[in-house]
């Protein structure tokens, strides 16, 4: 009877309230002043605040034993907040709302103690992004070298930067007309194939030190690869009589400005 009449008590209180509301009348925590309605809330988030941390300092031993453990590329790379997670449910442990631990909870406790610890997973946006800009940069590097440079503050897996080196490759490589006649593969040497390729098409009787002069200097860009590479674009590119294929590329152009000059 006494609960009953509690809870009587209770509707009558929030019933009589919500009419007021309904009339316009201002209540409670609303009649103070702005001022203190500040501080009040200011307090309130402080205290908030000290109790998460209090919270999280007794947890901190076996947070800090969490973080330790190898991640899950091996010895020596950091553990992701999921990974510690994981190893807290594994050890039975509760977390402070009773339930399992989870990873964005796990990091909020982290960042409340103040505790350094390298991110064990990149999120696929920013992952993305620093791949492709390093790229870029940098054609010429293979999937380790991209890993390493981005480490420890991106810690990557091979298979990610694979994937998203092939990406790239692809995308340029589907900008050059060249490169799709010609069928070269996707590698490290993509890039230097469509620089190549491009001023051999517009220049087709330059030799290889000339291209190497106007490229400039740079990864893969040897004599004995531009060659190479002119040739195979040669090749793609035009039908030929059997007397250009016997003299090959440079004969054939060297011919053709001979005859071209004699007209003249």
Request: include cysteine; glycine fraction near 6%.
């Given at each position: 009877m006494a609960e009953q009449e509690r809870k009587m008590i209770s509707e009558r209180i929030k019933a009589a309230l919500a009419i007021r509301r309904r009339q316009g009348q201002v209540l409670g925590f609303a009649l103070r002043s702005k001022r203190l309605q500040r501080q009040m809330r200011a307090r309130a988030r402080a205290a908030l605040r000290k109790a998460a941390l209090e919270r999280a300092e007794a947890y901190r031993?076996?947070?800090?034993?969490?973080?330790?453990?190898?991640?899950?590329?091996?010895?020596?790379?950091?553990?992701?907040?999921?990974?510690?997670?994981?190893?807290?449910?594994?050890?039975?442990?509760?977390?402070?709302g009773g339930g399992r631990w989870e990873s964005y909870r796990l990091r909020q406790m982290v960042q409340r103690l103040r505790i350094a610890h390298p991110p064990g997973h990149v999120p696929g946006a920013i992952a993305q992004a620093r791949i492709e800009?390093?790229?870029?940069?940098?054609?010429?590097?293979?999937?380790?070298?991209?890993?390493?440079?981005?480490?420890?503050?991106?810690?990557?897996?091979?298979?990610?930067?694979?994937?998203?080196?092939?990406?790239?490759?692809?995308?340029?490589?589907?900008?050059?007309?060249?490169?799709?006649?010609?069928?070269?593969?996707?590698?490290?040497?993509?890039?230097?194939?469509?620089?190549?390729?491009?001023?051999?098409?517009?220049?087709?009787?330059?030799?290889?030190?000339?291209v190497i002069q106007t490229l400039r200097p740079g990864p893969f860009l040897t004599v004995h690869y531009v060659q190479q590479v002119m040739r195979e674009c040669w090749r793609a590119c035009g039908r030929h009589t059997p007397d250009q294929w016997q003299i090959g590329r440079r004969g054939s152009h060297t011919r053709r400005r001979r005859s071209s000059q004699h007209r003249s």
């Open positions: 031993v076996h947070i800090e034993w969490a973080l330790r453990q190898p991640g899950a590329y091996g010895i020596g790379r950091p553990i992701s907040f999921r990974g510690a997670a994981n190893q807290l449910n594994a050890r039975h442990l509760p977390s402070p800009a390093l790229w870029k940069r940098h054609p010429h590097y293979s999937a380790k070298h991209i890993i390493a440079h981005l480490a420890p503050r991106f810690p990557l897996g091979l298979p990610r930067v694979e994937r998203v080196l092939k990406h790239c490759r692809a995308a340029a490589a589907k900008r050059s007309s060249l490169y799709q006649q010609v069928g070269w593969p996707l590698d490290r040497r993509t890039v230097a194939r469509i620089r190549i390729g491009a001023l051999w098409k517009k220049h087709p009787a330059l030799t290889a030190q000339q």
